[in-house]
């Protein structure tokens, strides 16, 4: 079974702090995805890589930045956090190779709080 | 960018048959998935459908028209644990994964 693993399921930050959301994937997947979801909004894209070092902006990344330098490795990093950002942060992967290449996998969310 | 719509929210009753529709834009159309969603968890893959018709999976069956831009998910013989939120997802241009509102379905008794 696919596995995509968030090391925090619940964060407390404070305002103006850096904060760190790690993805790891298991499956050798090529592309990696971060969302946010809020309630009435859906799910967000934030960030999305297509590989290693490579990445894209999807439609909310205003105050955040990404990081691949694994393949198995996503990072999501707020630079300043803000109470805006307070949201349900859920990662994502894929592979691109054949049908299965169709699926994206979820890990288990990280619920972000910032006071 | 892609806009896709579905309804927000949705009723029926234990034994019944609900259709949640999906509606999107054409232009860089790269195949759609069907995710379920239950309360405080992550989505789990319902079915993907890139060529037009009907996708039979047991009690859950997606049907695509691309031309039209439309796709619905139907659910037959319902029951409790079906209760959830069903989110419409766009595979789209370069391989972006756009997801709609979703749609949350009530199961009553």
Redesign the interface.
Known sequence: DVKVTQSSRYLVKRTGEKVFLECVQDMDHE?M?W?RQDP??????IY?S?DVKMK?K??IPEGYSVSREKKERFSLILESASTNQTSMY?C?S?T?GGFSG????????SWLTVV | ?QNIDQPTEMTATEGAIVQINCTYQTSGFN?L?WYQQHAG?????LS?N?LDGLEEKGRFSSFLSRSKGYSYLLLKELQMKDSASY?C?V?WD?????????TRLQVFP
């Not at chain 1, 169709?102 to 969310?109: D, L, R, S, V």
């Open positions: 592309n995805f969302y009435g909004l859906g799910l967000r894209l999305f297509y894209e999807g439609d859920l994502a894929r691109t169709n699926t994206i996998y979820f890990g288990e969310g | 960018g195949g998935f968890e992550a989505p789990t893959f993907y890139v989110l997802a595979r370069t391989d972006k994964l756009i997801f709609g509102t979703g």
